[in-house]
């Protein structure tokens, strides 16, 4: 179920940062929005995603909203699956800096 709403959803990511809009940042911010609320509807399904079906380039977008899905859903398991994530593509990590946006997330999980 993710797998098919997400396409739409990093493809208006992809154009927001390759076009640019004159609504740049609002366009930004309502993309934020829908992934996040995408992705903490059902934890358990986002973590499913995550272990099979993203691949690097959703991986890397998706980091943007690592910190916000992570302190609404309160999930170790979202955390794990990231951290799984960023091993199996340690270019992107790398190359994004993606390792800083795990820690922000992990930061924001309450004991």
Request: with cysteine.
């Amino acid at each position: 179920m993710i797998k098919e709403k997400i396409i739409p959803i990093i493809e208006e990511r992809e154009h927001l940062w390759i076009e640019g809009q004159d609504e740049w940042e609002e366009g930004i911010d309502q993309n934020h929005k829908k992934l996040i609320a995408l992705f903490t509807e059902d934890i358990n399904q986002s973590v499913e995603f995550l272990d099979n079906d993203c691949t690097a380039d959703q991986f890397s977008w998706l980091s943007e909203v690592f910190d916000d899905i992570a302190k609404i859903s309160q999930s170790p398991a979202f955390i794990d699956a990231i951290k799984r994530l960023a091993e199996k593509y340690p270019e992107e990590t790398e190359k994004y800096n993606i390792w800083s946006f795990i820690e922000s997330a992990e930061g924001v999980i309450e004991d």
